[in-house]
């Protein structure tokens, strides 16, 4: 496989802002190792009952270095791991990473014809992982067995100015070609410094649902790790998510829609004294509803925060209390060196209140797609990042979240937004959740159609939610609701709207089509 030239990972980044106190340009694992030095004994990584000190894992941390490099791993290299043990994975980023080496993690959940497609388009001349793969696929190049680390003896020469990117991202495009976003190790460290993230204190027990497969918890990891605080890689097997959060004296929750769904399904009454310790519960990924919002503070705890950010720039708004439950759809307040504007189709800034193009930039933003100059000039102009979401500011600077631009419905001449949809009947006492999605109509166009999720043992009628949307979104309310008992996610929350479609699809088969207004 071809090794990939450095002019081809080149990102164009915007002017930074940094702290005079650090110098940017290093590796990111020398704050880890200033941590590993004043707080070696402090524990840094919990793991199915097993604990890590920082001292040690900056011991582990170096070992895995040297491994690397026995195997022949060199600081240009693009190494693809795909692992099932998080705790081996947590082990092989810190090496590579200290080793100069660009990460793309692969999740578990990726099928073998993924995998290597995934790890052609990056480029990458390793392939790591954990265990022999299955009869009939591709083994990986190297087996990263933490036992040897003890025997690793190779001193690889330090790399502390890597020019290689940290990581590449893999997101996605409307066109669905995959798109490649270089992460270097200072938009790394612009990303875990800016107030818009979560803030870490040196004291907080931080235990994140989401996979360590997933950039957005990577991200976390060493923004634990940089501070001294502690992270729990996992919950065990079967144990109630607040029980533990009580037992493990958790501070800070990291969970989408869907884990906090599942809290709240099983959760017991004393869940909330369980969780007493939770100074701050960030839920991300997807649109987190008013009534959502509601019952985690009646359920579960008062210090909610949202936020909204992009795999291009990092963390862009937080959203706390009060505000959080005071200002309905809110996603926060950009953070501290920001730049957030609500623009039309020309470009031009928009007034409070107006729905149009979110555009921002970041001190973590980075400035271009791997080798894909078309989607580039798309999404970055002027030194702005569109990321292809509709939004509107409030009067104090709130964002409200409006939904993908590209996934705007178009019924009868009107243009209408999902996102406005489920704002409209997630405020309904007995909708729990929301998903509205469009079906292709030869004479409307798109017919706004949405599933819902009710309390259990709601009576609440399909035609009672179309009275209740109609009589606050008129025209642009959707023509049927449908009751589903869960409304299919991904792992990071978002709906899965052409899965939605297809099931909505199949049940109007059997009924009679609605009868459609015209204009």
Known sequence: MAVPSMAGFVAFLPSRISSPMRDTHLNITTELDTQARLRPDHPAIFYEGRQ????????????????????????????????????????????LTR???????????????????WTRLAQARVRVGDTAQAPGQEPPDIVFDTSRLAIAQTRPPPNPTPSMPWMVVLGSGSTGRRKLIPITHDQLRQRIYGSASIIFDRSDRALILTS???????????????????????????????AYCDQAGITVLVATVFHVEQMLTKTSESARLQMGRIRALRVAGSTVTPNLRGRIRQHLT????VGY??????????????????????????????ALEIVDEQNRPMPPGAVGRIRVRTPGMVGAYLNDPVATRQAWRDGWFYPGDLGRLSTLGELIHCGRADQMMIFNGINMYPAEIEQCLTGHPDVTDAAAFAIPDPVHQDIPMCVVSLERGSRTTEAQLLAYARERLGFRSPQRVFAMVTIPRNEQGKPLRARIAELVVRRLSQLRPPRLPSR
């Open 212 to 242: 360590l497969e997933y950039p957005t918890t990577i991200i976390r990891l060493f923004d634990v790790l940089r501070q001294g605080a502690t992270l729990h890689l996992t919950v065990p097997n079967g144990q109630p998510v607040p």
């Open 99 to 117: 080793l100069g080496s660009t990460l793309l993690v692969i999740p578990r959940s990726t099928t073998p014809s993924q995998r290597a497609e």
């Open 52 to 95: 890590f000190t920082h001292g040690e894992l900056a011991h582990l941390s170096r070992r895995s270095a040297q491994f690397f490099a026995e195997c022949g791993v060199r600081p240009a290299d693009v190494v693809a791991l795909n692992f099932q043990n998080m705790l081996a994975l947590a082990l092989a980023i810190l090496g």
């Open 302 to 305: 008062e210090n909610l925060f």
């Open 309 to 338: 950010g992009t795999n291009e720039c990092g963390s862009i708004t937080r959203a706390g209390p009060p505000a959080v439950f005071a200002v309905e759809g809110t996603v926060g307040q950009a953070g501290r060196g920001v």
